[in-house]
Structure formats: structure tokens, C-alpha cells
């Protein structure tokens, strides 16, 4: 069992770089993982009971990702809570805070979208808190928007505006254009809210300038089909504004 379940650790290894988040959900990657959800499944509790931590971590981000695309936050958020719950009571081992606070992360955001949103802010302060110590900027960053897109569901827009400007800066900083799209759209609603709309325009076209047309059009796309519920209604219009 271990062999066959470090066989799909590692297939989710190797397909991470095969992701970039607001592609389509029928991309080959996500059709790749579809094939063998059900081994997959098997092999993330077999490695929670086992505490198999290498191969936990070595399977998040491809799990993470997937998860995104196909809209399976409620399993997700069982998915990661159980890993953390793991690795939080388990005797400490190498690297053990850098990996819980990358779950945290992922549990946050898709805490988040299953529309428990005082557990998301809970779980990605508590995320951002162990990235800082020890200097993650990734995890900080993915943290940040999570934060920032709660604070303006909650009306909160001056701190969404620092969540988000600093998660923007981190982005920039690694590079990651595609991650950083999504907190662009989120600051410009912010920015739209607090009534600055020179600025809302800039971020738009901040994410027309740092992708191609095809993926700029994804991204608003994919936003949208994550703003159903009600509280969301006055972005999804935002958002259609940006693309008219």
C-alpha cells in the first residue's frame, strides 16, 4: 500500500506545473487527476493515518489546485482540515511549520468558498501568522487575499485595501503573474467601493497588461462563477464593467 499510494503522491507532484489557476476546468491536468480521483483519495488518508508527511506535502499544491478548477470546495475543506488536524498533534518533525502553514493557506481559501467565512478568516489568520515567522511569502501572500476578499464581503474596505496591496506586492515580488491577478480584481472593486476609481481602472488594466487577452477573459470568467451568493451581487457587475 505504501508503494501504491507514493505512486500518487508523486502523480500529483509532477502535475503540478501543469496548473495555472484560471485556466479552463477541462484542461489535461484536471482531466489527468479526474482519471484517478478515487487512488488518489485512498492515498491522502492512507497518509494521514500513516502520518506521511513528505508525501502530504508533496501532493497539497496539485491537490489544491485541482480543487479550485473543479469546484470541490466542501471536499476540499475536509481534505486539508484532516491533514492539519494530523499534523498539528503529531511530535514534531522537520519543516512541520512551513508545511502546516501552506495548508492553513489552502484551507482558507477554500473554507472561504464554501461560504464559512468566519472559519476562513480564522484559519488564514492563523496561516499568515506562522508564513511571517517564518518568512513564506507565498503562503503570506495566498493568506492575504483570502483576507482581503472577507474584509470586503464584510464592508471592511480600508483593510481589505492593505490585505490586498500587500498580497499584490508579494505576487510581483515571486513573480507569479497568474496568482496575481486575482487579488488586482479584488483591489479594484475595493478601490471602487472606497470611490478612488482612477485607481480601479489602473488594476483592470494591470490585468490586461500582464496576461494575454484569452487568460484575462478566463480570469473574470472564473470570478464570476464564484460570486452567486448574494452578498456578491454588486461585484459581479464591477466585474462585468471591467471586460465591456
Not at 156 to 174: D, K, N
Not at 200 to 219: C, L, V
Amino acid at each position: 500500500r505504501k508503494l501504491h499510494c507514493a505512486y500518487y503522491s508523486d502523480f500529483l507532484f509532477h502535475h503540478k506545473s501543469g496548473f495555472t489557476i484560471f485556466e479552463n476546468p477541462n484542461e489535461p491536468v484536471v482531466i489527468a487527476i479526474d482519471k484517478e480521483l478515487d487512488n488518489i483519495r485512498v492515498m491522502w488518508d492512507w497518509a494521514i493515518e500513516h502520518q506521511q508527511f513528505t508525501m502530504i506535502n508533496r501532493a497539497s499544491d496539485s491537490l489544491y489546485h485541482y480543487y479550485r478548477l473543479s469546484e470541490a470546495c466542501g471536499e476540499a475543506t475536509d481534505v486539508f482540515r484532516k491533514a492539519i488536524m494530523m499534523i498539528e498533534t503529531a511530535d514534531p518533525f522537520p519543516d512541520q511549520n512551513s508545511l502546516l502553514a501552506k495548508l492553513l493557506s489552502m484551507l482558507a481559501y477554500h473554507a472561504k468558498f464554501y461560504s464559512l467565512d468566519e472559519f476562513a478568516q480564522e484559519v488564514a489568520q492563523s496561516g499568515l501568522s506562522l508564513a511571517r515567522q517564518l518568512n513564506i511569502p507565498e503562503v503570506q501572500a495566498r493568506c492575504l487575499v483570502i483576507l482581503g476578499d472577507l474584509a470586503l464581503d464584510f464592508g471592511h474596505y480600508e483593510e481589505a485595501r492593505l490585505y490586498l496591496e500587500e498580497s499584490i506586492e508579494l505576487y510581483t515580488q515571486l513573480g507569479e503573474i497568474y496568482e496575481d491577478q486575482y487579488p488586482h480584481l479584488l483591489v479594484a472593486l475595493t478601490y471602487r467601493n472606497l470611490g478612488e476609481y482612477e485607481l480601479a481602472n489602473q488594476s483592470y488594466h494591470n490585468i490586461i497588461k500582464t496576461g494575454k487577452k484569452r487568460q484575462s477573459d478566463s480570469i473574470v470568467a472564473w470570478t464570476l462563477s464564484h460570486l452567486e451568493n448574494n452578498k456578491t451581487q454588486r461585484r459581479k457587475k464591477y466585474l462585468r464593467d471591467s471586460v465591456s
